[in-house]
């Protein structure tokens, strides 16, 4: 298995198995913000958004807080 079937897979899995729906979020952003792709495509044709609009919609204050922050300091070391 090569690193990006790897990634694929821990993707699968972070998108659809383990992670809270907040969490999901939260993965869908970060790898928006390292790949600066809108979405997360599987090879049968489905597709994951993972936009910033589409991951903060919905998004409670706290959940919208705790983003931000998380956000904020990662933006501080770049």
């Known amino acids: 298995m090569s690193i990006i079937d790897a990634t694929d897979v821990l993707l699968h899995v972070y998108f659809f198995v383990l992670l809270?729906?907040?969490e999901?979020?939260?993965v869908a952003l970060?790898?928006?913000l390292f790949t600066n792709q809108d979405?997360?495509?599987f090879e049968d044709g489905k597709?994951?958004?993972n936009s910033p609009f589409?991951?903060?919609s919905g998004v409670d204050e706290v959940g919208y807080q705790l983003a931000k922050n998380a956000i904020d300091i990662r933006l501080q070391f770049y």
Do not use: D, I, K, P
């Open 20 to 22: 809270s729906g907040g």
């Open 24 to 26: 999901q979020r939260l």
């Open 30 to 32: 970060a790898y928006h």
């Open 39 to 41: 979405f997360y495509g």
């Open 47 to 49: 597709r994951y958004n």
């Open 54 to 56: 589409e991951v903060f």
